[in-house]
């Protein structure tokens, strides 16, 4: 067994190998110095110059470091932890929390939904990685600007654009094939584009059969845990006028068949999986460049999703089949203007409402027919409905040393339910969130800043309505819930030179009025201890951040991130549950005009520091979940009309997961990719 420094010398041996086996000619920039960033305010600003703290990953880097999925893309995005419950699934961690509690979006359109569930789950992975073009992070701020749920801050990944171009009609297309030692993914992917002066389309097709994962050294194959998956993606682009256009896009994602590991070898069911798991977005947007100072920009969103979440279970040595329908319809209208009031003060505000409606029922069958088809209640009140209306603005001030910014929400909720037991129950929470930030220009290479947002998160459907067995408890429906508040204080240093950018940031989120899961004493259903959720928590989590790119020579650069934090129960007094353990990445990259060698090494400490929660929780070994270091390497040279690529995973073959999840991580193995242009 190498000890950690071994395995980091190692890394550096594997990396510098590769970089002068190949020269030093052709030289290709990879530093992003000065990267304009959306997601904390709504509009573009250089990230420099935003008083918050954000990590992102652009197109480049993640062809550098190339990911299965999009939540194992999310594993070297700074200050992030990914925490995988099934091989189909990925939930990102943003300030040590997760599920319901981070906010997720794609092209500026929530993806959170009224039954998103309280911890990990698994809906960011029905968004095809092929389809992004760019991921940010906003840590501890997000809900003045985009709503509920933003806790521990927002994500949101942002998918290619077609692209307009001045005189001549051009076509372009490639083709792209996948394959992994071991069968463990087969992978092929067909996408075209069309540019023209007035109008733009870019679509594609992705088929993925992802085999058993097959972990390191002693793990072996992690059976059922393979599903297969199938993905289409549309957008289309006009210019009306030169100053207006118009975007109608579709995405579309499909996943059959994905098992639940975790219950299947340890919670005596024969059968437990996603059947089918689906995404459906479509939306049209429309961009105004106005003339006048009030309105700079205005911008239409209108979108309608479906989410499909149907599960399939039956336990040993019975052969009784339970089929859970779990339907989510979302319209959504979002209306964002953008102000230019002066050089010194800019502003956006604006008005969103989405709606949700949820479809819910079980069915109980048995394999042989011997017991007739029973329709129950199901995991969620049938034709609940969910409304939130908002109305935001916020305001950017730059003066010669400082950068001022502020904004305040105003978001209202309808939420109607129909029980089975209880009747029609209708609850109208609301919630009043600001945000201010300052920083300060000690010169312009280094930056002082300091924050306090205030989030919130609405009681969902899946708060309120839940009925059945949720991960290894028995939940019964709560009607009496109240939002949840968060209260994030920061401070921070961003530096940026030539060649080199580092930031740091350290945090306290102050958490009441949690809704919590509290036990119902003495009451058992199906072998399940009865739980419901109730506004009883207040904690806190602190910690720091801290991250640098270092563009070492015109063809290397080196980058690394470390995370820590640290959450208490106050009104359990315990640790609070899932806190990830302290972690980091060190990657590294070369890259000439036609090849590119990327290393990286991802490692996170042992987490023995649990909750009562965790100690239960079937997922985490006795005594806390063990420390691990990954090394990856990855490669690819660009031919006159393909692209190669090239993936060797888990060199040492460590045996690893990350906290919390339900299946480790992939063993040593290797992947190779050609992508056909034309």
Wanted: charged share 20%; no cysteine.
């Amino acid at each position: 067994m190498l000890n950690w420094m071994s395995k980091l010398n190692l890394f550096y041996i594997l990396i510098f190998l590769n970089v002068y086996a190949f020269g030093q000619n052709d030289v290709m920039d990879t530093v992003r110095i000065g990267e304009i960033v959306v997601t904390t305010q709504r509009i573009p600003r250089e990230d420099f110059l935003v008083p918050y703290s954000i990590s992102l990953i652009d197109k480049k880097e993640m062809e550098h470091f190339t990911k299965r999925t999009t939540p194992e893309m999310l594993m070297n995005m700074d200050g992030v932890f990914v925490q995988k419950t099934n091989h189909g699934g990925g939930s990102p961690f943003i300030r040590g929390l997760t599920g319901n509690q981070t906010l997720l979006l794609i092209d500026g359109i929530r993806l959170n939904n009224s039954v998103y569930r309280y911890g990990p789950n698994q809906y960011l992975n029905t968004i095809d990685i092929f389809t992004i073009d760019r991921m940010e992070v906003a840590k501890g701020t997000g809900s003045v600007q985009y709503g509920s749920d933003a806790l521990g801050g927002a994500l949101q990944l942002f998918t290619a654009d077609p692209l307009l171009t001045t005189g001549k009609k051009e076509w372009h297309g490639n083709a792209t094939g996948k394959f992994m030692t071991d069968g463990m993914e087969k992978t092929g992917r067909g996408q075209l584009q069309y540019n023209s002066e007035k109008v733009a389309f870019l679509g594609g097709g992705t088929y993925r059969d992802f085999g058993d994962l097959v972990g390191g050294k002693e793990t072996g194959v992690q059976s059922p845990s393979g599903y297969k998956e199938v993905a289409f993606d549309g957008k289309l682009l006009f210019a009306l006028n030169k100053n207006i256009q118009l975007t109608l896009a579709s995405q579309f994602l499909n996943q059959s068949h994905v098992p639940i590991y975790h219950k299947v070898v340890l919670e005596n069911y024969a059968i437990n999986e996603f059947q089918p798991q689906q995404r459906l977005l479509n939306y049209a947007k429309m961009n105004i460049h106005g003339s006048k100072k009030v309105f700079d920009q205005v911008k239409f969103i209108a979108s309608w999703q479906q989410n499909t979440e149907n599960t399939k279970t039956q336990k040993n040595n019975t052969n009784l089949v339970q089929l859970d329908n779990n339907l989510v319809n979302t319209l959504g209208f979002v209306t964002d203007i953008t102000s230019e009031f002066s050089k010194i003060w800019s502003a956006n505000s604006g008005v969103e409402y989405y709606h949700d409606n949820v479809s819910s029922s079980r069915f109980v069958n048995s394999t042989d027919n011997s017991v007739p088809p029973v329709e129950k209640r199901g995991l969620y009140p049938d034709d609940s409905k969910y409304g939130s209306f908002a109305l935001y603005s916020l305001h950017h001030f730059l003066f010669d040393n400082w950068v001022f910014d502020g904004g305040l929400r105003f978001n209202a909720f309808n939420i109607k339910i129909k029980d089975e037991e209880l009747g029609e129950v209708k609850i109208s929470p609301e919630a009043l969130v600001f945000n201010v930030g300052a920083m300060y220009k000690l010169n312009r290479k280094n930056h002082l800043y300091a924050t306090v947002s205030n989030g919130f998160r609405a009681p969902n459907i899946d708060d309120m309505g839940t009925l059945g067995i949720v991960d290894f408890r028995y939940e019964v429906p709560a009607y009496n819930l109240k939002p949840e508040q968060s209260f994030n204080y920061e401070l921070g240093y961003k530096l940026s030179l030539p060649k080199f950018q580092a930031n740091f940031a350290a945090f306290y989120l102050d958490l009441n009025q949690l809704i919590a899961r509290t036990k119902v004493d003495g009451d058992s259903i199906e072998g399940y201890q009865v739980y419901k959720k109730e506004n009883v928590g207040e904690a806190y989590i602190t910690g720091a951040e801290a991250a640098f790119l270092w563009k070492i020579s015109s063809y290397f650069d080196l980058n690394s991130s470390i995370s820590y934090a640290y959450g208490q129960n106050i009104t359990g007094d315990e640790p609070l549950r899932r806190i990830p353990p302290f972690n980091g990445k060190l990657g590294a990259t070369y890259s000439l005009k036609k090849l590119f060698v990327s290393g990286e090494l991802l490692f996170a400490t042992k987490q023995d520091r649990l909750a009562a929660g965790d100690i239960s929780d079937n997922r985490i070994p006795d005594g806390g979940t063990p420390g691990w270091e990954v090394i990856n390497l990855f490669a690819g040279y660009q031919f006159a009309f393909v692209k190669m690529k090239a993936g060797f995973e888990n060199l040492l073959n460590e045996d690893y997961r990350t906290h919390g999840s339900g299946i480790n991580g992939v063993g040593r193995s290797a992947w190779i990719m050609l992508d056909f242009n034309f």
